[in-house]
């Protein structure tokens, strides 16, 4: 029995120390996780500021170039004409619609409003005369009359 209680000391020795060691260890992960999660916090800010920091000074280029557009007289001659201003001495015209309404720019750009069923296209037309010239009609066509009904002839 002696040496039960002998056996007993020691683990009841190493188990407090081991508890000791192991609670150590613990507090060191915890203040050790939390300083590695601030750090990799403030890495993550650091990127985001820094993107940020790039498109500024991409938006600042893009600002700087167009303000020395504006230097330029043609430049400035080009977006006044957009915007409706015309040279002294020019008829402006303005395209409306059936409401008499005037169209903005982008209505004019469609072309899928434009109507297709107007007649046949232009080249349809050289084409036919090029097929007739190449062949042409062997028949007679008739003499219109002399007399056109309707004019101040009657």
């Known amino acids: 029995m002696a040496r039960v209680r002998a056996e007993e000391r020691r683990r009841s020795r190493l188990t407090g120390r081991a508890a000791i060691l192991v609670l150590v260890l613990a507090v060191l992960a915890v203040s050790y996780a939390s300083s590695l999660r601030a750090y990799l916090e ?5 990127e985001a500021l820094e993107e940020q920091i790039a498109e500024r000074e991409a938006s600042i280029s893009d600002l700087e170039r167009e303000k020395d557009r504006w230097e330029d007289p043609a430049f400035v001659m080009q977006e006044a004409r957009k915007r409706g201003y015309v040279m002294p001495g020019e008829t402006p015209y303005v ?3 059936a409401n008499g309404d005037p ?3 982008s209505e004019l750009d469609d072309r899928s409003a434009a109507d297709d069923a107007e007649g046949p296209a232009w080249y349809d037309g050289v084409w036919s005369s090029v097929k007739v010239a190449g062949h042409p009609p062997t028949k007679i066509q008739p ?3 002399k007399r056109i009904v309707g004019s101040e002839d009657e």
């Not at 403030?42 to 650091?46: H, L, V």
């Open 95 to 97: 395209v409306v619609d």
């Open 143 to 145: 003499q219109p009359p």
């Open 103 to 105: 169209l903005t720019e």
């Open 42 to 46: 403030q890495r993550n800010q650091i």
